[in-house]
């Protein structure tokens, strides 16, 4: 049997994630929410308490896709898109057991592999990378890892997730580079961003968060660089400080945020590994 050709994969995953994004009408510019995205498709997202399980694809007449939502955020989302991959396939139902570190994990199954690289790819297009550091006037050659912290935040993936996909898929930083940038942990590179050490879970959102809301769970932080309003009551007021404003997410629920300028972005509080659909995620308790 022939041996599949690693290239050939890795570039129709690519293309595949690009025209699903303009099958969806989302631009290649900006970050997406990748639940809404297959809701909009017509892909239920649900997600369920399982411990040792990523995610599967469910092929029928209305296609599934489950999630388990004792998984970081981070990895939550990329989950989903890698599953998406296999709805592209056209695949049968397909599970996607519990892996540690999916940059540490080389894909030999070529399904999976170009499932693997579908997802980076729709969740991070080499055009939306490109302008994330550029329109924040960061060299991706000579990036740092609170700068590699801030744009994952932004693309909704995990600190390591967004420096494989710059080394292996896009070819954007090499690979001695990326080994430097994996030498910082997260609380580290979060802390380097942030200025300051803490043990909570912070998003840095700054006035370049465009193109989809805030997505946080409760309990979760987001750090707002200048001077911010928030409109609702999902998050509250943590503390002021002198380079911005911390915000806790408390309830279920949506908000927006407006820096009293130009930039807005909404804001969606999930409950804490929330189970069920995912398009339910954000009700405030009384009306779930």
Known sequence: MEKPNRKKIIL????????????????????????????????????YDLPSM?????????????????????????????????????AGTKVDELVENWGDNPQSDPKELAADCFAGALLMPKTAVERAFAIRNWSIAECTPDQIYIISNYFGVGYTTLIYHLNTSLSLITKLHADRLLKTKLRQAQALALGWKTSKTIWIVDRYWTGRPIDIEVGDYVFVRGKSIFEGICMELAEIRVDGILYCAVQPGLGRLDDQSEWSSFVRVSRKNFVGRSIFRHLEEENI
Request: some cysteine; overall charge positive; charged content about 25%.
């Open 54 to 90: 990523e995610g599967m694809y469910y092929h029928s007449i209305k296609p599934h896709i489950i999630l388990s939502s004792l998984r970081p955020l981070g990895r939550r989302s990329f989950t989903c898109a890698h599953e998406l991959g296999h709805y592209c396939q056209r």
């Open 12 to 47: 129709k995953a690519i293309s595949d994630a690009y025209k699903l994004r303009i099958q969806a009408e989302r631009d290649l510019y900006e970050s997406i929410c990748v639940y809404d995205l297959a809701e909009s498709l017509g892909v239920e997202v649900r997600f």
